[in-house]
């Protein structure tokens, strides 16, 4: 049995960046997927009644950074120093930002205001954080490495997913990008999340 339980949807969400990481890392968990039809009962049992959560040796985490930055220090991803780990934080951060951005086009009803959305989210606010990943990127030794210093973080991972739902929406938003292009067939190349990555369902979040 995997000392290690993450509980989520059955979808990429808030959830991947966690999973990513340990199969990067090879720690071995499980991946327990909750049907959202099963969600309202089980909700009842989780603690602040929220997913992504882990369980680890018979505690509960929730809040999907909490986790995320959990599993990096548990791995050696959350970088090795301080100011290093700052950075890494930095860049999660507004990857996080990115990815709520998305998430409002995502979970809007009306569909003229859906359309509007993702509309804007494509070729405004993506467009600007993709010069500011890029430009982060080549302050690390030229960028064509790692965000941060010199070896695998969860900013690398957490760039690579974040900008996977955008890219299933518009696949040459990267044209531009050619530092943060590399990057990404980079961090796809990895043996570990080459072979999970093969393997993964296709969502749209």
Known sequence: ????????FPIRGRAELTRIMCVAAGIKFDDIRVPGSEWPEKKKTFPNGKMPMLEYKGQ?????LAIARFIAKTCGLAGKSDWDQAQVDQIVYTVNDLSEEFYSYFLEKDSDKKEEKIRKVLNEYVPDKLATFEEWLKQNKGGDGFFVGSTLTMADVAVYEGLTSVLQKDTNLLDKFPKLLAHRQRIA???????YLAKRECTEV
Not at 1 to 8: G, H, N, R, S
Not at 189 to 195: A, D, L, N, S
């Open 1 to 8: 049995m995997a000392d290690y339980k993450l509980y989520y």
């Open 60 to 64: 509960y985490l929730t809040q999907s």
């Open 189 to 195: 190349g990895y043996p570990r999340i080459k072979e």
